[in-house]
């Protein structure tokens, strides 16, 4: 006789499932294994899961840091290089994954968060002047040559498209070209490759970068470019008085150089000023002392100008008479909108205001493009609208223009310190 051996479905037993309390035996089951919410959200985002850690941590400074397994909380900025810089002789490391280790937690600082470490200067002491700090003039004239720990506070301008350029070898590399200013000049700063990233962030006009031992190229077509070198450190949006007051200067100079200001709305009572019981007439000389005697002051009123010059016609054929600014750098297109050249961006234009060129009465003029108009105040001018503006031919911007050209008109003009322009608000033939 064959000898049988038991089967595996022997050893279990069936199991028969259970009865609901509510007597339906048809319900389905409840759904879980026995994690609630609060800990299944922890672990598909862990970030967002609390750190309340049951040792005991010791506070340290990132120097008192020894090797060995201990439990420390330190505080400290990231550092970003070309890995070709790092040294592979760091005796200390500390690698964090908060992801899967709970003892690990990072705590990453805003901008309004941050304490003094991360956004002072390593070298700097409060009451004291940042040691090697010096003017972006003296640094191109004469502190590249042989100054050890050479320090510039600059400003970003405009930061231009990336570049692919093909080297001798026929790689390729992708440059990225910063302009930087301070109150003293401009220069170039050059970015390669990966280091091309860190500019996505930093905004023209806004952006202080403190660069310490900055690389210097010499080109003949100017006095210099810079680079990023081995021994090159730049710290973002730096916290010490030196900065704050380049970050004043350069918001200033913004609204004097700026072509496309965004227009303030709600500041007057265009109504009021046009129509109101109490109209105020005023000449250029006029506004001129009274803006510098309190420029914080808020009025509005009329001026009756000579329109001197316009270009229109020649911006229209150049395909300027819209324009916006991105990146820094001005945008022009003939269109209402069109893409940033830089970022891809979509913007939204406006009309060029050196389309008006010089505006003259008794006492004074006004210089092309330092006007800023309302898209009200364009439209009742052209009487047409912004979008008829930019349709017209070549012919019917030379009539226009023509016609234009010495006529007195009547602008209700505004004046608010924070704008720091003088405001068209409306026009009166």
Known sequence: MPQSYPSIQSFYKRTVPMEKQDGNPQAPPIPGDGFTEEELADTLDPLNRKWNPEREYEELTINQLVPGPKSVTFVGRTLRRRMAYLSMTFLVTANMFPGRVTSDHVMIHTNNSTGWICRTPLEYRKGQPLPGLMTLNSYLRSGHDGVSGAKIAVCVKSIGAKRKIKKKTGS????????????????????????????????????ILLISNPGYRVEYSSKGSLGVVRQTMIEVEPEFPDAQWLRKYAVG????????????????????????????FYTLAELDTWVRSDSHQVFSGFINVTIMEMSLVSYHRRNMLMCAECCGVPIYSNALTTPCRNCDKPLKLTLNPKIIGTLLDETGCVAPGKLLWNQRAWEQLFNRTTKEITEMTSDEAKLYEMRMLFLRVHLVVGWEGGVGRLAVLGTMM
Not at 184 to 196: A, K, P, Q, Y
Not at 271 to 280: L, M, P, Q, S, T
């Open 172 to 207: 390729d590399c992708e440059l990225v070209e910063v302009l930087l200013f301070d109150h003293t000049g401009e220069v170039r700063l050059s970015m390669w490759n990966d280091m091309g990233l860190s500019p996505r962030e930093w905004q023209a006009g806004k952006t």
């Open 253 to 280: 100079l913004t609204k004097k150089e700026s072509l496309c200001l965004e227009f303030p709305e709600g500041l007057w009572d265009v109504e009021a000023a046009e129509y109101g019981v109490y109209r105020n």
